[in-house]
DNA sequence: TATAATATGTTACAAAGATCACAAAAATAA
DNA sequence: TTATTTTTGTGATCTTTGTAACATATTATA
């Protein structure tokens, strides 16, 4: 089970190749790659070849099939839909980001409880809470994004989990409790600020 | 080297800690810890062995003693000031969040190019680029957060890192190049998103 | 056709990180 | 005082992840 990192970088190197189709670069090599997205070259060929992916000794990979053959495994040829829960500030600056159609991916529905924010005034349509279970159904959503504050945080997360969200981004800084087969992702942005500040810290001492 | 994991758990335990206080608590056993931060009790007792921090037997740890033990460990003492670059979706966001001060940890100055967004707008004051190293030098800052458009980032972190700067939490979608003595983070908000989506989309399967 | 050069693919090795198992200490109860 | 219970602290083990080394394939060239 050598999943997660592996998956983690083969996001990148997608992004990376869409990069090179549209500087109209057809082929590449391990190192070239290597190089783009900050692992070695070593590393590159061992996540490729762990799905199977072959490249050509000598030609490297072509670049239109390297992105075909991730787009297989990562499921890119579907759009992946996500509902995000809470219109905060991260909430207004998520659905405003504009990277993720790059992506196939797409927040189709977001949700807050203050009713000041539901409606159509955002790009993306923002309901009550109450909604949720009827559009994760209708949408046939598995994945959400809590950005509510951190009181709240848990209960968002088990309305969720009840309708059958399997994988959730939290951006509340909570641990949150569920069952293990809810997979859920912490992103603290001021964790990582601590985290960084403690090494800057030292590397003087 | 068992450093960046440890610490950033060091982090969460110390948030932890801070509820605590303010819910009365005065003493805790490493099995409570370890469930409010999801890791094992183990894992506890040997982050705080790693930094000499040591417990009770019977009596598990003191939690104004730890917070305190914890807070020389990543130098909480004194308010650590980050500086942003970006006042787009996420800069925004993050100058309006609230859960630096609980940490430690302000944002003491953004910077944008956009002179629309220069001033004293916000919470904090927005300066032209130009006025970076004037600004990094006199506030003594090692720590900047990267929030501007993938074309520009790499530009940034040549300007950051050429005044001073050896940590930076980098949203734009690059790897950033640089020497290796600068720590850089890189936080990839549709990258997260994918990921969980390939575990969600497998574990139906 | 033989040789040299260049990249890949895989196996072996190393390092980091987490888990397990258990001894030792402290408190409580008998 | 002795036995029992509870919780810490750590050495050993296992798992995951990354690095290095090298054999193999392909192309180009003489």
Redesign the interface.
Known sequence: ML??KT??RL??YR?CLIHYTELGIEQIFSYTLAK???VSPEQVRKDFSQFGIRGNKKAGYNVLQLIEQINA???KNTV?K?ILVGMG??G???I??K??EN?N?QIVAAFDIDPAKQGRKYRIPVYPLQKLPQIVRREDI??A?IAVPESTAQQVCDLLTENGI????NFA?V?LKTSD?I?I?N???????????????R?TV
């Open positions: 999943i997660y998956i983690t996001i990148q992004l783009e997205t900050g495994i990562l499921s992946q996500i500030n991260i207004k600056a998520l405003h980001y990277g993720f992506r991916m598995s994945n994004i399997r994988g959730i981004l800084p641990i087969r997979m992702k992103i603290s942005l001021c964790g990582e600020l601590e985290a960084l500040s403690y090494f800057t810290q590397t």
